[in-house]
């Protein structure tokens, strides 16, 4: 888990910095809308995931202690 981690941080990561100068280079505030985009993204795939119960984020027990 930790090379592929790795991985996926350095092609992710770098790349992200690199959209968001080339972003910046056509509109100012290009940088802040595409971190906005990604969060919006990240958002809309963990509610799916959530009401369609592929991944559960928290263990409920079905009885309080």
Do not use: Q
Not at 23 to 29: F, M, W
Request: aromatic share 6%; glycine share 10%; net charge positive.
């Amino acid at each position: 888990m930790g090379v592929t981690y790795n991985a996926a941080v350095a092609v992710f990561g770098g790349v992200g910095a690199l959209a968001a100068d080339s972003v910046a280079k056509v509109l100012l505030i290009g940088p802040g809308i595409l971190i906005t985009a990604a969060g919006l993204l990240s958002f809309i795939t963990i509610a799916i995931a959530r009401k369609s119960r592929s991944v559960v984020c928290t263990h409920i027990r079905e009885k309080p202690y």
